[in-house]
Each structure stands twice: as structure tokens, then as C-alpha cells.
């Protein structure tokens, strides 16, 4: 099988499945074991075995269960007698030992009831033997303890756990023999990752109410061989559940934990620089100083309030209890310079809940505070234990601050490059935490926050730490902390940010320098918007400088203006619509007028982002006339282009078979979602313009796209031509889908929306061939349904006639086909049930059951998405 190719190779493997397939294929296993040179064929052959045990076991009579335990015991004992037949058969040793185990879980301890007396007796007959019994031994703890959930019945499982507790006395006994004497190197390796495992279940009394604390934490760490797998145990002790207030454990982990601190710190010294030592160290020590993290963290997260001395005068024993927490804490702040983003996190972890903790005992500021007494006052003596300690994690958060969401640009499934932000990556989650921790730091202490963050701009102005990672990383930590300020502290600080930051775009030569820093200066900016909304002048300089860079060709620039309008405005929108003080008309106007000047270079794409920022400040104009006029100037542009275009057609229909003229059109209706998205149900006033031409539109390019297919068949669905025109159509079933789902009149979206759209909709969604059908029909159908709700249901049956039975047909040959058609449906018949469940009772009674196998169809899915809706 392995040594052959092509033919003899496949023949080879037929044979193979058809002896796994034989129901009396493990007879011939012993003798395979027994014969075969090969060990390839020895392992297939304990393959063949597992499956047995796994499925036939019980049946089996129990001279042959007994025979083939006799038979693997006795292989797997020779196979580990010595170091020499371990080495060479350690693979199938491996095998051997998975497949006892399978025979335990079905055997112990009903039928080998001796299985630990035996386990633990023959250990004590030969060091390899031990060390196999202990890898034994850890792959139970897995199967049934980590696993037993997966593939055990519940009764079976907790019978289990029960008898592993209850006959642990002789393995834990068997375990601590062994640490205690160290016979050799490999045993004490063998027998801490065994007790690793079964650290995370054994009764508590076995780790608290023995000597095992002090073995590990005195006895291993100081060798290099068991550093990792010793501290790994340590940090399984420290996460065990203590539901006692007995003091003797408390004692025992604080015992275990000064212990530890102590070896490490012998180890590396007063104050290690371990982010150099990470980068030149081996895989072992990279691996110990993960762990050292993990222990730390663990610990402090779990029983901090036993090693914080927070109380004076200090006895010795709290003395050196403080120290060594003292040391702890030090050790964790230089790990978390380690670049290494793992390791980071767990720091992070660790941050974020300890400052947490320290605001929140005490998180209101003092009335003397307000009066300028000192900060002493206002200080719980547990936060003056880690005064300093937060303010150098102040620092590392500053200089390690994780990029915001960002937006990209991307292609989507129908070819267009659209603005997407991304939400849900690690960098995201980072920046989330990093920013909470810098925020609870803020609140601790203020000024000395305000104070690095100076500090570290002032290395950039005189360039001694200057690069664009440096000052991205500090801008985007100094925008993470807006609002945690008084406002006065708050204008202070920026106003100096803004200068220093302004001053080193005038010192710093080249393009690429100041894109960046304007690109940082905006982004602080827009972080800020309780300062915009109090200085109407900055926020309009703001505002006019992000229009000047929107002219600006560098890349990203452009990009980078645009949301930051959008942030601002949605932010500080009110502001724009009312006169302000030495004004002559409100700043919406301005813009407007010089709409064309604003936008003429940027790509369609930052067009609509700016339309739906204009579209926020101009929802927040509460004169309808107004905001009408508003809508209009802003619509203007484009609907210049549409009346052209759609005069053209009224013409000319075979306008609309030219590539240029789609574009167009797909661009402005991409203008008008924009729009609608922000300015919500007074965009009725743009909408009314031109509802008729949008539906007019929707059925000349349906006749086209239609008689494509039926000419040259569903390949021609591919063409560049005939895809820009569906995007077209399913852009004017994304605008009305938005209107319709923000609008707040039910009887005119019943009585002048739905009449023309049901007629070119619906009646051109069921004619067509699937593959042209849009999805995008359905999901306005349910946020129809969902909208006008009982209303609606004279309009059902018509819904049901043109969409139900068609896209049935689509989606029932298989699970995975058509899987927006399908997600859509399934909500749409979920909105029906929900607000129209009348119209189901009046159904004749085939119909109806044609209803509920869609709902069965739905929840058989293995789309999780799907299987919920239904």
C-alpha cells in the first residue's frame, strides 16, 4: 500500500477497506500483531480492533473480551520493558495504549475492577513501564474527563468520574512516590504532565490537604527540563474552585505562590528584560515565559485579595508577601513588552480586570477633589499598592495601542467595489480591550495619563522616537480616552495635542510624512466631538480642512476625510443646521452651494459615504419645509443625471444597453441609498420624485435580462452587461427596502408604494429563470410584511402565488444551493407566521401543509442561519 503507486496502490487500499469492512476481520488481528514485520500493518490492524471494541464489545462472549485484554496488556508491557523497544515502536505503542483505554471505558470497573491496582502495581516493575502507565493514565483523564461528554452517555460518564475520584487514592499516591524520589528525568516528566491532567478534576482535598504545593512549587522550577509543564500545574492549582473559607488552603496558595516567585526570581534576576530575552530564546524558554504569564494572571484573578498588603505596620511574613507581589507585578509589565500578541493578550486579561477592580472600588471622584486638595485623599489604599505599577502600564498601553475599526475597500459578489468596515477581527476585539484598560487607567489617575501621552508626543516633535507605527499608536490611544476627562482637562489636552501634532506636520518634509500625520490629526479630531460641539469655530476649520482633503490625490488621504465627516457628523449634526454665533447662514447651506466643488475628485464609493454623512446632518432638522429644501439641494447632482438618463430611455430604450449609462445609474441609485440610509422617512420627498422611473426602470432591464437568457441561454448571466444591469435592479430593491423599513406611515406605503411594486415585481421574480431571480425581492417582501403588518394580508395570497412555490423549487433539491434565496425566503415566511398568521387558517388545507413542510425543510438544515428561522 505505501511502498506502490497509481494502480497497485488503489487495488491495495480496495483490499485493505474490504478486510476493515469484515465482520470477522478481528479474529485475524492477533495474528497480524503477532506476524507482520511491518508496523504500518500492525497499526491498521489495532484500527480494525478499536472499532470492534467501540461497537461490538458487549456482544462479544467474555472468554474473548478476556483473551483480547490478556493479549494487548501483555504486547503493550513488552513494547514498554525497555528504553530500546519504546524508541522503535512508539507509535504503535501510542495505538496500543488508546485502544486499552477504549476496553477500560467499556470494562472498568464492573468487569476489571483491579484496572487502578493493576496500573499502579506494574508501574512499580520497570521505569518505561511507568512512564507508559502514566501516558495511560492522562489519556483516560482526556477521554473521560475532557471528552466524556462527546462520545459517553451521561449516566455512563458521571459513573465513571466517580469511580476515577474514588479509586484516586492509589494513583495520586503512585504520583507524589514518584516526585518525591525523582528516580529519573523522563518519570517526573511523565508523572507532571499526567497530574496536569488530572489537576483540572481531582478532588480538592488531594491538592490542599497534601504536600503536593510545596513539591511543585520548591522542588522543579529551578530545572529546565520541568520549568514549563511545572508552572502549568501551578496555574491548574490556581484556578481551582475553593468553596470553603477554611484558611489552610488560603494559606497553602499563598504559601505556593511565594514559593514560586521565589525560584523565578532566583532564576532571572531583580528585574528581567524578558521582551529581549524572548526574541533570542529557544522554543522551551519562549514556552516558560508564556506559562510564567499564564501563572501570574491566574493567580492574581483569582486569589489577589491574599497577596495585596494593603495594611501597615507590615509583619515580616506580609513584608516579603508584598515584596514578592511586588516582584509579580513587575515580572507581568515586562512580559507584556513581549512582542508576541498571544502572550500579549494574556497580560492584557490580567489588565483590564485589575483596573477595572481598582475603579470600581472607589469610583467617584471626592468633593475635596473639586477644590484642588490632593489626590491622597481620594486614593483607596489598594490602588497606592500599584501607584506605580499603572503608571508604566500606562505607557505600554500607549506605545501597544491596537488599530480601531478600519474600512476597506472591496469587491463584492456582483463585481462592485464597495467601502466595507470591518467589526468583528482579533485586531478589533484588541483595540476594545486596550481601550477599556486605557480608560480605567484615565479614571485611576488622570494627569498621569495626560502626562505620558505628552510625553511620548513630545518624542515624536523632536523626533527622538518619531514613525509613523509610533505615532499612529499613540493617536490612536490618545483618541481611545475621549470623555474620561473633565471638559476643561479635556480642552487643555487637546488643544495641546492638536498644536504639537499641527507642528510636526509643518516640520516634517515629504508627502507621505504629513498624509500621515493630517491622516492622525483628523482621527483625534473626530474622536472628540463633546469639544467640537463646544467650539463651533475649530469644528468648522475641521470641517473645511477635511474638504480641502478630500481633494487630496495621496493615498488614503481621501479615504481618511471621509470618515471622519461621517464620525463628526453624526456626532455633532445639530450644529450644522442652526445659525451660528457671527454667521450669516447655517453651515448645511454653505455646503451645499459648493456640493460639486466638495466632491468632484472623489471616487463614487466616497461619494456615497459623504451623501449619507450630509444625509445624518440634514435629518436633524426638524422644519419639514426645510428639510425638504435641504433634500432637494442635496439631491440635485444626481438627479440631473437620472432625469437626463431616464428621458434618454423614455426615448430610446437601447440607451440602456450601453455600459457607461448602467454605471451612472447604478451610481446615483448607490447615492440614494446612501441618503435614505441617514435621513430615514423624510426621504419619502426624493423618493416621490422618482418612484415611478424606478419601477419603470426595474421592468425594462427585467425585459432585457429576460430575453438575454431566453436568446442565448443562462451562460449570457455571466456577460459584464447583463450583471451591471441586475445590480441595477437589486440597488432599486435595496433603496425601497431601506425607505420602507424607516418609514413611519403605514397607509401610504400600503396605498401608493405597494400597488406599482407588486406590479413589476412580483410578476417578473416568478417568470424568470431561478438563476436571475434577485434575493433582494424576498427580504423587501419581509420587511413589508414586518412594516405594515395585518394590513398587508389582502395582499398575501398574491405574495404567496408569485414567490412560494417558485423558490420551493429553487431550494428543496439540496441544503446549500441558492443560500441567499433560500435565507430570505425562510425569513420572509417567518414574518408572515409572525404578522399575518390569519391568512395561513384561511388556506385550503393542501396549500397549507405545502406551508409547514417549508417550515420542517427549514429547521432540517444544516445552516445555522436557516435551521434558527425555522
Known amino acids: 500500500m505505501n511502498r506502490s503507486h497509481g494502480k497497485d496502490q488503489q487495488e491495495a487500499n480496495t483490499i485493505l477497506m474490504m478486510l476493515k469492512e469484515d465482520p470477522n476481520s478481528w479474529t485475524k488481528v492477533d495474528a497480524i500483531l503477532q506476524f507482520s514485520n511491518l508496523s504500518e500493518s500492525k497499526y491498521f490492524a489495532l484500527q480494525i ?9 458487549k456482544s462479544l462472549p467474555p472468554v474473548q473480551r478476556d483473551g483480547i485484554k490478556n493479549f494487548i496488556v501483555s504486547m503493550m508491557l513488552r513494547l514498554s520493558s525497555s528504553a530500546e523497544e519504546v524508541s522503535g515502536n512508539s507509535l504503535l505503542l501510542h495505538k496500543l495504549n488508546l485502544v486499552l483505554v477504549q476496553i477500560v471505558k467499556q470494562d472498568w470497573p464492573k468487569h476489571w475492577p483491579t484496572f487502578i491496582a493493576d496500573i499502579v502495581e506494574s508501574s512499580k516493575s520497570n521505569e518505561h513501564v511507568c512512564i507508559n502507565n502514566m501516558n495511560i493514565l492522562s489519556l483516560l483523564s482526556e477521554e473521560v474527563f475532557d471528552f466524556g461528554s462527546q462520545n459517553l452517555t451521561q449516566a455512563k460518564e458521571q459513573h465513571l468520574k466517580q469511580q476515577f475520584c474514588g479509586q484516586f487514592q492509589e494513583v495520586f499516591t503512585l504520583c507524589v512516590s514518584i516526585l518525591e524520589k525523582c528516580p529519573s528525568n523522563s518519570m517526573v516528566h511523565a508523572t507532571l504532565k499526567t497530574l496536569h491532567r488530572f489537576l483540572t478534576w481531582i478532588p480538592v482535598g488531594y491538592v490542599f490537604e497534601t504536600n503536593i504545593t510545596e513539591l511543585l512549587s520548591e522542588n522543579f522550577l529551578s530545572l529546565e527540563v520541568y520549568r514549563v509543564i511545572t508552572l502549568q500545574c501551578l496555574t491548574e492549582i490556581s484556578q481551582i474552585p475553593i468553596e470553603t473559607n477554611d484558611q489552610s488552603y488560603n494559606d497553602k496558595l499563598t504559601g505556593m505562590f511565594c514559593s514560586t516567585i521565589k525560584e523565578i526570581a532566583q532564576l532571572l534576576g531583580p528585574d528581567p528584560d524578558l521582551a529581549s530575552v524572548y526574541k533570542g530564546a529557544s522554543d522551551q524558554d519562549q514556552k516558560f515565559i508564556s506559562s510564567l504569564a499564564q501563572f501570574i494572571v491566574s493567580f492574581i484573578k483569582e486569589h489577589v485579595q491574599l497577596i495585596e498588603i494593603a495594611e501597615k505596620p507590615l509583619t515580616d511574613q506580609k513584608k516579603q508577601i508584598a515584596e514578592l507581589h511586588n516582584y509579580a507585578i513587575t515580572l507581568l509589565l515586562n512580559i507584556s513588552l513581549v512582542e508576541e500578541m498571544e502572550i500579549f493578550k494574556v497580560c492584557l486579561d490580567c489588565w483590564c480586570w485589575l483596573t477595572s477592580e481598582l475603579y470600581r472600588v472607589s469610583p467617584f471622584i471626592q468633593p475635596s477633589m473639586l477644590y484642588g486638595i490632593g489626590s491622597q485623599v481620594r486614593d483607596h489604599p489598594r490602588r497606592n499598592i500599584y501607584r506605580d505599577h499603572l503608571s508604566r502600564l500606562r505607557s505600554i498601553m500607549i506605545c501597544r495601542m491596537a488599530k480601531p475599526e478600519e474600512v476597506l475597500v472591496v469587491e463584492n459578489d456582483q463585481g462592485e467595489v464597495i467601502r466595507e468596515i470591518v467589526k468583528d477581527t482579533d485586531s478589533i476585539a484588541l483595540y476594545r480591550n486596550m481601550r477599556e484598560t486605557l480608560v480605567y487607567l484615565t479614571h485611576l489617575d488622570c494627569k498621569d495619563t495626560e502626562m505620558k501621552m505628552t510625553e ?5 516633535v523632536t523626533g527622538s ?10 493617536c490612536w490611544a490618545v483618541g481611545s480616552i475621549s470623555g474620561t476627562m473633565t471638559e476643561e482637562d479635556e480642552k487643555r489636552f487637546l488643544v495641546l495635542v492638536i498644536r504639537d501634532l499641527l507642528g510636526l506636520c509643518e516640520q516634517k518634509r515629504g508627502k507621505d510624512n504629513k498624509a500621515v500625520i493630517a491622516s492622525n490629526i483628523m482621527y483625534v479630531v473626530g474622536q472628540y466631538p463633546r469639544f467640537l460641539r463646544a467650539h463651533w469655530k475649530f469644528l468648522k476649520t475641521v470641517i473645511n480642512k477635511l474638504f480641502e482633503f478630500m481633494h487630496e490625490t495621496h493615498e488614503g488621504v481621501q479615504d481618511m476625510a471621509c470618515d471622519t465627516f461621517i464620525k463628526i457628523a453624526i456626532k455633532c449634526k445639530r450644529h450644522f443646521v442652526i445659525l451660528q454665533p457671527a454667521e450669516n ?6 455646503m451645499l452651494e459648493n456640493l460639486n466643488g466638495i466632491i468632484c475628485d472623489l471616487t463614487p464609493p466616497q461619494v456615497h459615504v459623504f451623501y449619507e454623512a450630509v444625509g ?3 435629518s436633524s432638522q426638524i422644519d419639514p419645509p426645510l428639510q425638504e429644501a435641504l433634500i432637494d439641494k442635496l439631491m440635485e447632482l444626481p438627479n440631473r443625471v437620472w432625469n437626463d438618463t431616464i428621458t434618454s430611455a423614455g426615448t430610446n430604450d437601447s440607451v440602456l444597453e450601453d455600459d457607461e449609462t448602467i454605471r451612472n445609474l447604478l451610481n446615483i441609485l448607490k ?15 426624493q423618493l416621490g420624485n422618482i418612484y415611478l422611473d424606478l419601477l419603470s426602470l426595474y421592468k425594462i432591464l427585467s425585459e432585457k435580462v429576460s430575453k438575454a437568457v431566453l436568446g442565448n441561454g443562462e451562460e449570457v448571466l455571466k456577460y459584464p452587461l447583463i450583471k451591471a444591469m441586475r445590480s441595477v435592479k437589486r440597488e432599486i430593491l435595496i433603496l425601497l427596502s431601506i425607505w420602507v423599513s424607516k418609514s413611519t406611515d403605514t397607509r401610504l406605503v400600503l396605498d401608493n408604494i405597494v400597488p406599482p411594486l407588486f406590479d413589476a415585481v412580483l410578476f417578473d421574480y416568478k417568470r424568470n429563470v431561478p438563476q436571475a431571480r434577485e434575493p433582494k425581492v424576498l427580504s423587501l417582501l419581509s420587511i413589508l410584511v414586518t412594516q405594515l403588518g395585518q394590513e398587508l394580508s389582502p395582499e398575501v395570497p398574491k405574495i404567496l402565488e408569485a414567490v412560494f412555490e417558485c423558490t420551493l423549487e429553487m431550494i428543496n433539491k439540496d441544503m446549500e444551493a441558492f443560500p441567499e434565496h433560500r435565507t430570505n425566503f425562510f425569513e420572509l415566511v417567518l414574518s ?12 385550503p388545507p393542501e396549500q397549507f401543509s405545502y406551508v409547514i413542510d417549508s417550515v420542517v425543510w427549514a429547521f432540517q438544515h444544516s445552516m445555522r442561519n436557516v435551521a434558527e428561522i425555522g
Open 616 to 618: 445624518h446632518i440634514i
Open 671 to 685: 447615492t440614494n441609498v446612501a441618503a435614505c440610509k441617514s435621513i430615514g422617512n423624510s426621504f419619502v420627498h
Open 456 to 460: 511620548k508626543l513630545a518624542s515624536q
Open 49 to 57: 480492533l478499536e472499532n470492534v471494541i467501540q461497537t461490538k464489545w
Open 585 to 590: 447662514k447655517a453651515f448645511i447651506d454653505e
Open 465 to 474: 522616537e518619531f514613525s509613523w507605527k509610533n505615532l499612529n499608536r499613540l
Open 832 to 843: 408572515l407566521v409572525q404578522e399575518c398568521f390569519a391568512v395561513f387558517m384561511e388556506m
